[in-house]
């Protein structure tokens, strides 16, 4: 299977299966000496661990996290970091009665059209299981961006139609509910709106939002790789996201020149900033120096318990009934992916951006360096 690498110069390869033996990944391009330990991962895996609450599912894994190789006396060592989360947990019995269904909004038809062989049991790599092989090396990245000074920070938006107020929002009061809202009312009543869905045997979706902090201007590659064409690559890997905006994102598209433009000041220092954000921190696909923040929006959790039409591998018609272990809404975990998957694109773009200049290449390799004039 091909697409299971992601990055350049920072590059991750994730593997394993919803129920088989693991799910890991290979970290290759990580500079040596970064302290790094088993704690670091295990933080950023326990806040996508199932079983948290009545909102997500009840499989009980403690995604408990191996460092295999690429450490050594509490640092990376510069060569390929492979992690392995064993999976404990795994019923695939109760996947037996839809081997030979299309479940709605999954991707078995597709699966079976290129491949024309799926593992049924949870979903195999289109599992939401896979992601944690992202989060492991995201945690590594993470710690890479912290050392520069560089956070950053998702939380659920919204569930339904119930937003996060920003007359009232308070990043603290995330960490209070299991939802990930930084709005103690809003969440209140996104649980009462859960709950009501989860009684109709149906499940929800929403929006992740996502905040870089600290990022220096000037990352980012022009064309192709811009910042804002790479971070939506990125989220939009994601399982069940749909959709990807930026900045102020679709609303720009209604807005006139004048309002949309963010005007630059010189701060007391006299460095560049802009007096607002519109652009959402980037700039020709490199980052501005303000904060970058983007959002995604995520579906329905597809496995539902009400009766759904569906049709079989060799071509009936018929209903269906999930049964299992399922999330309600996929958003307050996939909060942390979103994160993870920003860091990996982000260490990647900053790792890259190294050989942008001459005076980068000399400070790290030495030797004369003549400036644009000649001196």
């Not at 295990?42 to 690429?70: K, M």
């Not at 929002?169 to 709106?193: I, S, T, V």
């Not at 980012?220 to 990125?234: Q, S, T, Y």
């Amino acid at each position: 299977m091909a697409g299971s690498t992601f990055g350049d110069s920072f590059r991750v390869m994730t593997w394993g299966e919803s129920h088989g033996k693991g799910i890991g990944v290979v970290v290759d391009g990580c500079p040596a000496g970064l302290p790094l330990s088993r704690t670091d991962i295990q933080a950023l895996l326990d806040r996508r661990r199932p079983g948290q609450s009545r909102f997500t599912t009840q499989r009980d894994e403690a995604d408990e996290v191996e460092i295999v190789s690429g450490i050594f006396e509490g640092r990376t060592t510069g060569t390929p970091i492979s992690l392995e989360v064993r999976n404990t947990d795994q019923r695939s019995k109760d996947y037996s009665a839809i081997k030979d269904v299309y479940r709605p909004g999954h991707a078995d038809m597709t699966f079976d059209a290129k491949y024309g062989f799926r593992d049924y049991r949870g979903g195999g790599r289109s599992s939401g299981r896979e992601t944690i092989g992202r989060v492991a090396a995201g945690a590594i990245a993470l710690k890479l961006l912290g050392s520069l000074g560089i956070r950053i920070c998702a939380y659920t938006k919204s569930v339904g139609p119930i937003t996060v107020d920003p007359e009232r929002f308070d990043l603290k009061k995330m960490w209070e509910n299991r939802l990930y809202m930084p709005d103690e009312q809003a969440a209140g009543e996104a649980g009462a709106y859960l709950e009501e869905a989860m009684a109709r045997k149906d499940s929800v979706g929403g929006v992740a939002e996502c905040m870089i902090f600290g990022l220096p201007a000037g990352v980012g590659e022009p064309v192709f790789d811009k910042l804002d064409a790479c971070l939506a690559k990125a989220i939009l890997s994601i399982g069940g996201v749909k959709a990807f905006e930026i900045g102020d994102g679709l609303q720009a598209a209604k807005a006139f020149g004048s309002g949309n433009n963010d005007p630059f000041r010189l701060d007391e220092n006299g460095q560049v900033h802009k007096e607002t954000n519109h652009a959402g921190g980037i700039l020709g696909g490199i980052s501005d120096g303000a904060p970058v923040i983007f959002r995604a929006a995520i579906k329905p959790t597809p496995s539902i318990a009400s009766v759904q039409k569906t049709v079989t591998r060799d071509g009936r018609e018929q209903e269906l009934e999930i049964k299992g272990r399922h999330d309600p809404i996929i958003v307050p975990r996939a909060v942390v992916v979103v994160e993870a998957m920003a860091a990996l694109t982000v260490a990647d773009l900053l790792l890259r951006g190294m050989t942008s200049r001459m005076e980068w290449i000399h400070k790290i390799y030495g030797g004369p360096y003549e400036d644009r004039d000649g001196e």
